[in-house]
């Protein structure tokens, strides 16, 4: 088992940053992949960044130059620096967790980010 543990949530005003962090517990496969997802009220869940342990990146393109993914594998953490923030971006944000060998998907309980003058 997995545990995912989200912080860093809260309400901004458009154009300002906020930072998530994500921290995973328990049994940790060192090649894997964390990463954020969102969900907006009456939407679908849909990709924000992911990271593999190796430091691979990829972005959804509503994010592409306005977030930026980061990790430390010794701590089991990730990061999602979000600047510029619009109103669109308003959602549930969930971490995500697989490791490569089990391909099993773990959640974090998500963190509300509220973007809103």
């Known amino acids: 088992q997995v545990q995912l543990v989200e912080s860093g949530g809260g309400l901004v005003q458009p154009g300002g940053s906020l930072r998530l962090s994500c921290a995973a517990s328990?049994?940790?496969?060192?090649?894997?992949?964390m990463g954020w997802y969102r969900q907006a009220p009456g939407k679908q869940r849909e990709l924000v960044a992911t990271?593999?342990?190796?430091?691979?990146?990829n972005y959804a393109d509503s994010v592409k130059g306005r977030f930026t993914i980061s990790r430390d594998n010794a701590k089991n953490t990730v990061w999602l620096q979000m600047n510029s923030l619009k109103p669109e971006d308003t959602a549930l944000y969930y971490c995500h967790y697989r490791a490569f060998i089990t391909k099993e998907d773990y959640w974090g309980q998500g963190t509300q980010v509220t973007v809103n003058s």
């Open positions: 328990g049994s940790i496969f060192s090649i894997n992949v």
């Open positions: 990271i593999t342990s190796g430091g691979s990146t």
